[in-house]
């Protein structure tokens, strides 16, 4: 029975060795294996907030996400990761407002909770929902589905969302490129967040993450440690604007975050690059 006890733990013992082995020797282990601890972390970590959700709140709440937030900020310690925040009392308007930053990786849920203030739910793709513990988690956070493919539901969704903003008394996290990008750069912004911040007659407030290529580059299959610097910006107001204004708002926020997002990252302004 004492054998068989050793054996096993020798046998763990080796294959941790093993593991480490490959991941010293092949980058794109290293990378697999990181990121599938991230996954795994997210699965395991939902299934065990779920019920946690479930008796605190009783069901899909926004409340829930200070459950979800308390746990994911421990993620960070598995990876070397840290995060520098400034301006965090740029969310102290009163009210709604939309919040958008830039988003680059499955990874930014983590500076996201680093820094969600109270009553705030996000915009995220319908196709989170079928991500079993971590959809039924996302679904209980209160997060608003949107179907990407169809600009026609996501508009009519992002206008009920106008609508009960101010009733429920929630800010709105939107991530305007509407999609993933770890270039270093911004995409083009996708105008529903802004739609949404003129239709509530709310705030913009822009969040900037700093580049993430340092670190981060699955192309490259590079993931080590590394630091985050994180900037909440002044509040931009949207008292009296209407449809027609959306476009410049766009470009207005746009424009800010673009340039705070090479500030942070410590890469010459655009003027620079082709002087
Ligand atoms: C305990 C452990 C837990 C572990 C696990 C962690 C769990 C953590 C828990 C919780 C965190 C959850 C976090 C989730 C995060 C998810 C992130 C994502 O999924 S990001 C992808 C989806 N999000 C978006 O796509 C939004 C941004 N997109 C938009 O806002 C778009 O504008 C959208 C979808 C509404 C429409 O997209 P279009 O591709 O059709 O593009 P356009 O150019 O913006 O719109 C076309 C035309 O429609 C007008 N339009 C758009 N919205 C309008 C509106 N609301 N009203 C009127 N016109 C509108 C525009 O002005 C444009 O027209 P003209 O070109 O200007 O003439
Ligand atoms: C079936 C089990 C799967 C488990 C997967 C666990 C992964 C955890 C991911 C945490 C939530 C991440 C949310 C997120 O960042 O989604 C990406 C979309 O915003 C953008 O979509 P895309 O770039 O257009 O594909």
Redesign the pocket.
Known sequence: MELGWLLWGAAVLLLLLLLHVLMELSPAVNFALRIGLYCLL?VV??AL?VPACLLVNGGRTVKNMRI?KT??KTFKYFFGLRFEVKGLKNFEVEGPAIIVSN?QSILD?MG?MEVLPNNCV????KE?MYTGT?GL??YL?G?IF?N?KS?TS??MV??EVAKTMATDNVKVW???E??RNCTGDLLPF????F??AVQAQVPVIPVVYSSFTTFYNPKKNLFTSGKIKVEVLPPIETKGLTSDD??DLTDKCFCTMRETLFRLSGRPSEAKDSS
């Open positions: 997210c970590a939902s907030t979800i746990v994911v988003h849920m996201l996000q915009v995220g793709k989170l971590v988690i996302i956070g997060v949107i990407r600009t996501a508009k992002m206008a939107v991530y305007p509407g999609t996708k105008k529903g967040a739609h949404l959306v476009s």
